[in-house]
């Protein structure tokens, strides 16, 4: 029976793609630890949704999978040393299908009119987290010296916006009122 537990990277190393040892404060690492972190805050607002029935809810879980399986290959493409074949590339048509998705459900939200702070449901909640959790695996993302595929620096800016949407569109959906910002 296989182990879990390796304990290759119990003096503080981490294989990349191809095996590669590095630290395990390396920026690589870094970068794709946090697009981790953000898939699981993903999957914090999935989980916090079953309890919710509301018009969409296959659609949004749907795409939702997509999403958490794209920032799987974002990570994948961190992951692998420069000069090497990733095996899921970041491609132009991940980015466009985040913004047909942000503008599908933009459309259905009242406009900002003023900032709304991070909050109203538990899923928004979630979602509002795994979004400035992107953010930070995107800041750690152009740390690494090596070249990186654009897209993935394109992806993970779009994913912040869309998590942005979706939060409020699961709050619009569930009758959840947003937080404003108090003056």
């Known amino acids: 029976m296989a182990r879990i537990y390796t304990r290759s990277g119990d003096k503080g190393t981490t294989s990349l793609v191809y095996g590669k040892r590095v630290r395990k404060d390396d920026p690589r690492v ?3 630890g946090t697009c981790d972190e953000a898939n699981s805050m993903i999957g914090l607002a999935i989980s916090a949704l079953q309890d919710f029935d509301f018009d969409g809810k ?4 749907t795409v939702m999978h997509k999403v958490q399986t794209n920032l799987f290959h974002v990570g994948a493409e961190l992951a692998t040393p420069e000069g ?4 899921w590339t970041v491609k132009e048509e991940h980015i466009k299908e985040l913004e047909e998705v942000i503008d599908r459900w933009d459309q259905q ?4 009119k003023q900032f709304i702070l991070p909050g109203g449901s538990k899923p928004a909640a979630a979602l509002h987290v795994a979004r400035t959790v992107v953010r930070r695996a995107e800041r750690l ?4 010296e090596e070249n990186i595929n654009p897209l993935v620096f394109a992806y993970l800016n779009r994913l912040s916006d869309f998590l942005f949407v979706s939060a409020r569109y699961i709050n619009h959906k569930l009758g959840m009122t947003e937080p404003v910002l108090h003056q």
């Open 141 to 144: 993302a152009v740390k690494i």
């Open 84 to 87: 090497k074949e990733v095996y």
């Open 109 to 112: 939200l009242a406009p900002l």
């Open 30 to 32: 870094e970068a794709y």
């Open 58 to 61: 296959e659609e949004f879980l």
